[in-house]
């Protein structure tokens, strides 16, 4: 019976996306402290505007992520997700952080601190759950804000296509999360081999390979990624209206971000129950 928003720190989306419309969450106030305009349905970070409208040159990376945490392709197969129906329970608000910048025409994070900004905006302002399948966050201020919201907020983070051991100490800095999503080194016993747990509202996803075995590129280590999805040729939304394949955790997050919605919408719980669920 629930609503859930769902905040997409990525791309952007195709705001036109037929699949997509009618899950995209019109904001219904401008909230305070942000910039969101009143019946924005995202905000892009880098050019300070409230539209999320995806860049080309991302090759539908946002826009994929939005299409499996609604489950579109899913319920191409599942139709009773659209039976319950699904659009009525959970509503995305797409938060820009990567896009073409600069005069040369780079493209991705131009500055590392609009991830941290997102999630500073959005935690306060009824996202109870994020999905985040980059990198860079690495802010630790940030940390202590993530903490607060401990049982109010929610955050799915894709663990990175790096192949590493994120257990050792010397992978500390990958994937962005130095500090900020996990517990202190300080507090943990480094004759363990543990460098830092996630905290207790953080959740970091490997990628499984078509046989149900990790991807070989994909981040691991038992004591920092706890959960694992499907990571390999996943359908989901692309530019045009159409449907594409890609790989990685990306998308791995995203498949477990749809699930912990799905919950959250069932039941009023803190997100370290969540979390436990999942």
Same mark, same amino acid.
């Given at each position: 019976?629930?609503? #859930? !928003? ?7 989306? +195709?705001?036109? !996306?037929?699949?997509? %419309? $009618? ?34 040159? @991302?090759?539908? !990376? ?5 299409? @499996?945490?609604?489950?579109? =392709?899913?319920?191409?197969? !599942?139709?009773? *997700? ?9 509503? #995305?608000?797409?938060?820009?952080? =990567? ?18 900004? /997102? *999630?500073? +905006? ?25 903490? /607060?919201?401990?049982?109010?907020? *929610? ?13 050792? %100490?010397?992978? &500390? ?29 953080? &959740? ?20 920092? #990624? ?20 890609? $790989? ?12 912990? /919605? ?15 669920? &999942?």
């Amino acid at each position: 019976t629930g609503l #859930v !928003h769902v905040g997409i720190v990525d791309a952007g989306v +195709d705001t036109l !996306h037929p699949a997509l %419309k $009618s899950f995209l969450w019109e904001i219904p106030i401008a909230f305070p402290n942000t910039r969101w305009d009143k019946g924005s349905v995202g905000f892009d970070y880098l050019k300070r505007i409230s539209d999320p409208t995806e860049d080309a040159m @991302l090759k539908s !990376h946002g826009t994929h992520i939005t299409g @499996l945490i609604t489950a579109r =392709a899913l319920s191409l197969w !599942h139709t009773q *997700l659209d039976g319950i129906p699904l659009k009525d329970h959970i509503n #995305v608000y797409s938060l820009k952080v =990567a896009g073409v910048y600069g005069r040369s025409g780079e493209y991705g994070i131009p500055d590392f601190s609009m991830p941290s900004q /997102a *999630l500073d +905006d959005g935690m306060p302002n009824r996202i109870g759950l994020f999905n985040l399948s980059l990198k860079g966050v690495t802010f630790r201020m940030l940390r202590k804000e993530i903490i /607060a919201y401990s049982r109010q907020v *929610l955050i799915i983070h894709a663990a990175g296509n790096d192949g590493l051991d994120l257990n050792l %100490k010397e992978n &500390l800095d990958c994937v962005g999360c130095n500090g900020t999503f996990r517990n202190g080194i300080e507090n943990v016993p480094l004759d363990l081999g543990r460098v830092g747990t996630p905290l207790d509202n953080v &959740l970091f996803v490997a990628a499984l390979d078509q046989s149900g075995g990790l991807r070989t590129d994909s981040n691991r280590g038992d004591d920092v #990624v706890e959960i694992a999805a499907p990571g390999s040729d996943i359908c989901s939304t692309v530019h045009g209206g159409h449907f594409g394949v890609l $790989s990685g955790t990306s998308q791995a997050a995203p498949i477990v971000t749809s699930t912990a /919605a799905i919950i959250l919408a069932e039941h009023d719980a803190f997100p370290s129950e969540i979390k436990e669920r &999942l």
